[in-house]
């Protein structure tokens, strides 16, 4: 789904600063900054997992008033080995985050993440409470069964013809345990089942928000977002509902904002609002007409207005 015009974001900004950093296990983490060097640090988590950083993600927040950093969580987008799935795992990436604010000389920041990037921000403000200002998280997922179930079939009731597009892809004998499939799909060296496979899943997720089938052909880009999302999905991230819950709930104190759109059909909106729950104190944002894309309208113009908020906090 491209932006629309009236999107009321700010404008691209190139980064300043890129650099790659060599974190242990072979991995080579991509590592960029923008917006203003002497601002607030505010650190952007990608989701997926598998997708990678982009311009389009800090757009979100003012240029003028934040340093804004972002990596390519391992194996993802423009970190090497593209694909890579040894020493690949959600403890790995709390430590990349660790060594990446070391690197920048930041003392404190902000953490803001969508999907599986509000995931690992809870992750990580769990596990390092002191070197966070607060989170603005939008459209959390619980990495649980329930989650997985959902969008690997119960979502498929209400888009009975975009899922059965999907399963188009998958032999009949190998669906009913579809999420241990496609593990071993892209776990293997097929290419051409990766590829229509990985474009398949593509169109389930795009319909998902919303949109229709990808005509982008499968490259290997593509390839290794379903290969390191495949590894992480099949795993439950490497951490399990109860686990994030639980980092939920040791969040007392610190200012959190949740974003759910009423309408998202990848993340559903329970999960936000269990979160809320738990954690007394925080603000739980419902976006009227939001699914899950950030970019739509009603999500862009929260987004952007929570993020202006937050950041005067």
Do not use: K
């Not at 990678?52 to 340093?67: I, V």
């Not at 391992?74 to 709390?94: D, F, K």
């Amino acid at each position: 789904m491209s932006e629309p015009a009236d999107t009321p974001l700010y404008p691209v900004v190139d980064a300043f600063d890129v650099t790659w950093l060599e974190l242990g296990g072979g991995h080579r983490v991509h590592v960029q900054q923008s917006g203003n060097p002497q601002g607030l640090p505010v650190l952007l988590l990608h989701g997926g997992p598998g997708s990678s950083a982009s311009a389009m993600q800090r757009r979100f927040f003012d240029p003028d008033r934040c340093r804004i950093v972002q990596f390519d969580q391992r194996g993802c987008g423009r970190s090497e080995p593209p694909g890579e799935l040894r020493h690949n795992h959600t403890g790995a990436l709390l430590e990349d985050i660790e060594a990446i604010r070391r690197h920048l000389g930041i003392a404190r920041w902000r953490v803001s993440g969508g999907s599986w990037g509000a995931t690992l921000a809870v992750a990580y403000a769990a596990r390092e409470r002191a070197r966070v200002v607060g989170l603005l998280l939008r459209a959390l997922f619980l990495t649980g069964p329930s989650d997985l179930d959902w969008f690997f079939g119960g979502a498929g009731a209400l888009l009975p013809d975009a899922w059965q597009a999907f399963l188009e892809a998958v032999p009949r004998s190998r669906q009913r345990h579809l999420q241990a499939w496609l593990w071993r799909v892209f776990g293997g060296d097929d290419v051409a089942l990766q590829t229509r496979v990985a474009q398949a899943w593509r169109d389930w997720e795009s319909a998902l928000q919303g949109g229709g089938p990808v005509a982008a052909p499968v490259d290997d880009a593509t390839r290794h977002r379903y290969r390191v999302q495949a590894h992480y999905l099949s795993r439950r991230c490497f951490l399990g509902e109860r686990r994030v819950l639980g980092d939920i709930g040791r969040l007392h104190g610190l200012p959190v904002t949740w974003l759910h759109g009423r309408q998202d059909l990848v993340c559903r909106p329970a999960n936000s609002w269990r979160a809320g729950r738990t954690l007394s104190g925080s603000r739980l944002v419902w976006v009227e007409g939001g699914g899950h894309h950030p970019f739509s309208p009603p999500m862009a113009a929260a987004m952007r207005q929570c993020a202006d908020a937050w950041l005067a906090e």
